[in-house]
């Protein structure tokens, strides 16, 4: 899932048409930069984070419920199994243990309401930009948003490599 070159290009394009909207509406490369190191440096992790939100210097990202560590372990531990993945676009719900299988719908049903809304700490530098944890969600799938992955857990060399990418 975090690396970029392994994307197929109709993801490779989304993330980088994405980020460099996202890039724009905070204020520029450095400040969505700045706010994705901000989000690493938090431990464990930012998900976790009791108010629900992490700030840079210049934009804040907040979301509207507050996600418990195991959910976040969940994910982890789902992104581990699929990391060196050719297809990104996993159903994160195919799974041959029936027990993890449950743990993960629930972990869907928990986590399909909340929405991430990043904003500049300037109104002059934008608009700011949101989005979801899932990009598709149907009764027997469901699959992470590529956008969530790379703000939440892949490094930043990921989005350098996306804002660069040329269609």
Wanted: aromatic share 10%; with cysteine; glycine share 2%.
């Amino acid at each position: 899932m975090c690396n970029f070159n392994k994307q197929s290009e109709d993801t490779k394009a989304l993330i980088h048409l994405f980020m460099v909207k996202a890039a724009e509406n905070v204020g520029g490369t450095n400040f969505l930069l700045a706010l994705i190191e901000a989000i690493r440096s938090k431990k464990p992790h930012a998900l976790s984070e009791k108010n629900a939100q992490v700030a840079s210097n210049k934009s804040i990202v907040k979301w509207n419920k507050v996600i418990f560590a195991d959910k976040v372990e969940l994910i982890q531990s789902i992104l581990d199994i699929h990391r060196s993945s050719e297809n990104p676009n996993f159903n994160i719900l195919d799974q041959e243990n029936k027990k993890r299988q449950k743990n993960i719908l629930n972990m869907v049903k928990a986590l399909a309401p909340v929405k991430f809304t990043v904003t500049p700490q300037n109104p002059k530098d934008g608009g700011g930009f949101e989005f979801s944890v899932f990009d598709k969600i149907e009764e027997n799938e469901a699959v992470f948003n590529p956008i969530f992955i790379a703000m939440f857990f892949c490094s930043t060399e990921f989005t350098k490599k996306a804002l660069k990418y040329e269609i």
